[in-house]
Every structure is written in structure tokens, then in C-alpha cells.
């Protein structure tokens, strides 16, 4: 019964993970231009936004593989940690494979900053979100009122 409103509370974290990705890969993006390394670092928009794709793509897979979103209500600090450092690290491992397949020449401390902003992100946001989680429950699981209609044993079983 409430396992639609579960895949609803389910899917707006992911789409919350995009958005949190989508700012940390700008943060890393606009970090890594403020750092003056040896090399001019730059990344055009069709490859940033095909990355940014992969990115939130992996992320949300997975997130979905271990169960992230199902552990969001129970707001222990070291499980939320430890899921999301999980998470981001094999995130970060998939841009490094996007990278090598699709031949692109990206900074690792670009990749490096992505990983850890996503972390930290991804953390402060999960963190918060115990609060919100009792709102959106709140608001998925309104009390339903069902009529049974009919006199028979399955009518008398069911009510």
C-alpha cells in the first residue's frame, strides 16, 4: 500500500542528488579555474554537460544499488557518511572510466575536488534531511478511508 509513496519519497532524493552533483561538479569546475597549476584548464560546455549526465546518471545508480535512499530516514551520522562516501567514490571511479572511454584529457585535481564536493554536499544535505523526511511522510501518507461494500465472509474479513 505504501510502497508508491515510498518510490515517490525515493525518486525526490534522487533528483535532489542531481541537483547537489550538478552544483559540486560547477564548484569543482569554477575551483580548479582559480587554481593556477601549470596547465589552463578548461572544459568545453557539449563535454561538461555529457559529463555532468554521466555523473548524475552513475550517482543516482548508485545510490539506488546500496539502498541510500531507503536509509535516509533512520539519520545515523556514520551510516550516512559511510553510504555516501561509498557512493561518491564509485561515482567519482565512473567519471574516471567516462573519462578514459570517451578519450578526454580532464584534470585530476578537477576530478579529485568533484569527488570530495560531492561528498561534502551529498553529507550536509543528508544530514538536514532527517528533519524533512517526517514532513514527507506526513504529507505521502495521509490516512485513506476505504468503504467495503457487501455483507459476505470476504467483506466481513476485509473490514
Known amino acids: 500500500m505504501f510502497n508508491r509513496h515510498y518510490r515517490k519519497v525515493r525518486l525526490l532524493f ?28 578548461y572544459i568545453d560546455f557539449p563535454i561538461a554537460a555529457l559529463l555532468l549526465l554521466v555523473s548524475a546518471l552513475c550517482w543516482v545508480a548508485v545510490g539506488y544499488w546500496f539502498n541510500v535512499y531507503e536509509k535516509l530516514d533512520s539519520a545515523h551520522l556514520p551510516v550516512i557518511l559511510r553510504d555516501t562516501f561509498r557512493q561518491c567514490v564509485l561515482g567519482t571511479v565512473c567519471v574516471v572510466l567516462a573519462q578514459y572511454f570517451l578519450r578526454l584529457d580532464l584534470s585530476r585535481p578537477f576530478v579529485a575536488l568533484f569527488g570530495i564536493d560531492s561528498w561534502i554536499l551529498l553529507c550536509l544535505f543528508r544530514i538536514n534531511a532527517g528533519s524533512w523526511i517526517g514532513v514527507i511522510r506526513r504529507r505521502f501518507g495521509t490516512a485513506h478511508f476505504i468503504m467495503v461494500v457487501g455483507t459476505g465472509e470476504n467483506a466481513h474479513r476485509l473490514g
Do not use: G
Open 14 to 41: 534522487a533528483l535532489t542528488d542531481v541537483a547537489v552533483i550538478a552544483v559540486a561538479f560547477v564548484a569543482a569546475y569554477q575551483t580548479r579555474l582559480l587554481l593556477h597549476f601549470e596547465r589552463v584548464f
